[in-house]
């Protein structure tokens, strides 16, 4: 990774602000997977007494977020943001009844979502309760026709929609550095259509759709967030200047300090140079120390500027630092070059 400017600027006292772009986390798609007699959904048509069971193979993904614990293999969340999901068409024959047409079922499409999220996940049984998400057909008709009947359903005018109901499951395997997911959603709809005034057709679906993928590792977190919340400083930018008046939070952490010991100044004027200010803990961050003569167009310090020291300071670093007094105008600063996250 470029190595970016988290600390900006030292005209000696002063330090020109920055803007972070924050990391939002990334969502995880699971497919259904293709293993034979894996996401049938069972479909029964009852009308008068009269039923027919078929069958539809879906096929499609789900969009989904854990928020996984990689130390344990073990994720307390399984929220479903949404799905693309198909079925396979389906003919139903009721001879003996009101619908002796038959019934078809055509273009079935489904999405599915957690209803409040984040959906709850027990990590230690990988169980969780199937109500908290709701499952819709969303397109696709289902229509049939009879003696003085008829039965017509446009999904996508008229979606059917359940909250489910029964125990899902979530599988997390370790892959590498990365973890499968495997994910297994019962499904289970009743709906009630009319046919006739007084006459109804129940459309019954169930079963269980299983889908797999691949959770990448999460990044190892950035120790200044550790350090920002035993600071109290958490939640304001990396560039606020909430422990001191001239040295952005970020920069307090690489030059070392904490809350209770940060300096009124970094740099001060001695007969020798401008010197920095040591700090006995060292540097927590590799720091860059920069020059320039006009604000706008900066550089690191060269040989002839360092009289002691370094230009680049590494972590862990407790030395002196010493440069030659600019002449006859100029500045320093200072910049932690840690890698952006």
């Known amino acids: 990774m470029n190595n970016v400017m988290k600390n900006l ?9 920055f803007t972070l772009k924050a990391q939002t986390p990334d969502s995880v798609q699971l497919s259904l997977i293709p293993d034979q007699g894996a996401n049938i959904l069972t479909i029964t048509i009852t009308a008068l ?17 854990f ?13 479903i943001i949404g799905a693309d999901l198909a079925g396979t068409d389906a003919d139903f024959t009721l001879s003996a009844g009101i619908l002796t047409g038959g019934v078809e079922i055509r273009g ?13 996940l027990d990590p230690t049984t990988g169980f969780f309760e199937a109500d908290q998400h709701l499952f819709t057909l969303n397109r696709g008709s289902i229509t049939g026709t009879g003696v003085a009947s008829s039965l017509a359903q446009n999904l996508t005018e008229t979606p059917f929609s359940s909250t489910l109901e029964g125990m899902g499951t979530v599988i997390l395997t370790p892959s590498g550095d990365d973890f499968e997911a495997t994910v297994t959603v019962p499904i289970s709809i009743t709906q009630i259509q009319p046919i006739l005034i007084g006459v109804n057709a129940t459309i019954e679906i169930s079963g269980e759709l299983t889908a797999r993928g691949i959770i990448p590792a999460p990044a190892s977190p950035d120790p200044y ?14 560039n606020s200047f909430s422990l001191s008046s001239i040295l952005p939070n970020r920069l307090v952490y690489a030059l070392g300090y904490s809350a209770a010991d940060v300096p009124p100044q970094v740099f001060s004027n001695t007969p020798a140079g401008v010197q920095l200010i040591s700090n006995d803990n060292g540097l927590r961050e590799a720091v860059e120390i920069q020059f320039t003569t006009n604000l706008m167009s900066w550089g690191t310090v060269t040989e002839s500027q360092v009289i002691m020291g370094s230009a680049i300071l ?28």
């Open 9 to 17: 600027f030292f005209p000696l006292l002063g330090i020109f602000p």
């Open 49 to 65: 007494g009269v039923s027919d069971t078929q069958t539809s193979l879906m096929t499609g993904s789900l969009e989904t977020r």
């Open 67 to 79: 928020n996984l614990d990689p130390t344990t293999s073990t994720s307390d969340e399984f929220t």
């Open 108 to 120: 079935l499409r489904a999405s599915a979502e957690t209803i409040t999220p984040p959906g709850e």
């Open 225 to 238: 967030f550790i350090w920002a919340t035993e600071n109290g400083v958490s939640d304001l930018p990396e």
């Open 314 to 341: 590494p972590p862990g670093f407790t030395g002196e630092v010493i440069l030659s007094k600019p002449e006859p105008r100029g500045f320093y600063r200072l910049m932690s070059t840690a890698p952006s996250n």
